[in-house]
């Protein structure tokens, strides 16, 4: 399977405990975004790569959120200190992008979170 | 704000006959849009895009027409098959960076045998 991949699945955690999620995206794609879906919204974009430079963050992107997409491979995403309010599906996205080019995203299945 | 809106959170067609998702923008920036289809519990899955320079682009049963003076688009599925039903998203980004996707709610197609 040559599509974004996510890990894991599904998270349950309880309030104050950190967690991380991974994006694995497709290989030759250079630009790697993160968003956040809650129910009966569409997603939301939170973070995107460009390579292995994190170049823009959504204001929904508190201090407790960090993403790293080290050697502009895969990515990380960690939420220090959960909150209720942070249960959502986490999604994760990746396009190959040459300058202004437009370009489709493709979507990873999704990481989805429960905090308790 | 909600910059992209797709006011009806369900449609029910019949298999066979044409089904037809509307999308409002309000965000003159925006120049490319794009639809996704999303089953239940997995990712959104891109379906077909136009830039802001066409007016209308197909690709087998699927095409997507905008009109920039309503700032209005919409999807339309001939023939509509039990498959297709999902939750369709529209979806927009400005100024030709493509690095960030505005999305509706979406609305739920049912397409019924």
């Known amino acids: 399977d040559t599509g974004v991949s996510q890990d894991p699945r599904h998270k349950i955690t309880k309030r104050g405990q950190n967690v991380t999620f991974r994006c694995d995206p497709i290989s030759e794609h250079n630009r790697l975004y993160w968003y956040r879906q809650t129910l009966g919204q569409g997603p939301e974009f939170l973070t995107y790569?460009?390579?292995?430079?994190?170049?823009?963050k959504s204001r929904l992107l508190s201090d407790r959120f960090s993403a790293e997409r080290p050697k502009g491979s895969f990515s990380t995403l960690e939420i220090q200190r959960t909150e209720q309010g942070d249960s959502a599906m986490y999604l994760c996205?990746?396009?190959?992008?040459?300058?202004?080019?437009?370009?489709?995203?493709?979507f990873g299945p999704g990481t989805r979170l429960t905090v308790l | 704000d909600q910059q992209v809106k797709q006011n009806s959170p369900s449609l029910s067609v019949q298999e066979g006959r044409i089904s037809i998702l509307n999308c409002d923008y309000t965000?003159?920036?925006?120049?490319?849009f794009l639809w996704y289809k999303k089953y239940p519990a997995e990712g959104p899955t891109f379906l077909i895009s136009?830039?802001?320079?066409?007016d209308k682009n197909e690709d087998g049963r699927f095409t997507v027409f905008l009109n920039k003076s309503a700032k209005h688009l919409s999807l339309h599925i001939v023939p509509s098959q039990p498959g297709d039903s999902a939750v369709y998203f529209c979806?927009?980004?400005?100024?030709?960076?493509?690095?960030?996707?505005?999305f509706g709610k979406g609305t739920l197609l049912t397409v019924n045998p």
């Open positions: 790569f460009q390579n292995e430079a994190q170049l823009e």
């Open positions: 996205a990746s396009s190959l992008s040459l300058g202004f080019s437009y370009n489709e995203q493709f």
């Open positions: 979806a927009a980004s400005a100024g030709g960076s493509n690095y960030k996707l505005t």
């Open positions: 965000n003159s920036m925006f120049d490319y």
């Open positions: 136009i830039s802001s320079i066409k």
